[in-house]
């Protein structure tokens, strides 16, 4: 019987991937704290998470034109949707990221990437529990 990594892992890898995301917008926008003009960016993690999950073919799915083709070498998730933060205090330069918000949000991101990496990480050695009979 073969497993399915996909289903033994469920949403983990791809809510870790989303946070890596959401990690890089957020540092970019600490990044810029003092840049003129420069637009806070984030994402929606849940609409996002809940657009990859909906979007992903299954490997039944995937059709090939001849036999020796390997399918789809791309990306099967769509690119997450970039949104603009509308600031409580808009500053004279047009700069939008509020410090404070964007430490806020990196730190919260950063603890739900860490309780995801916990929750797949106890996935892995359940497998491997199953794969030793234990």
């Known amino acids: 019987m073969a497993i399915s990594f996909d289903k033994a892992l469920g949403l983990y890898e791809s809510a870790l991937k989303l946070r890596s995301e959401k990690a890089q917008l957020l540092s970019s926008n600490l990044a810029n704290t003092d840049t003129p003009g420069y637009k806070a960016r984030d994402i929606d993690f849940h609409a996002a998470l809940e657009s990859r999950l909906n979007s992903k073919p299954s490997a039944s799915s995937l059709r090939v034109s ?16 970039i949104q603009y933060r509308v600031p409580t205090q808009p500053s004279i330069d047009g700069n939008t990221v509020e410090e404070h ?18 929750l797949l990480n106890s996935r892995f050695k359940g497998l491997i529990g199953a794969l030793k009979g234990e």
Request: charged share 20%; no cysteine.
């Open 101 to 118: 918000v964007e430490h806020s949000e990196f730190m919260k991101n950063s603890l739900e990437f860490q309780t995801a990496f916990t």
């Open 66 to 81: 001849r036999e020796g083709h390997a399918g789809s070498m791309g990306s099967v998730t769509p690119m997450t949707e």
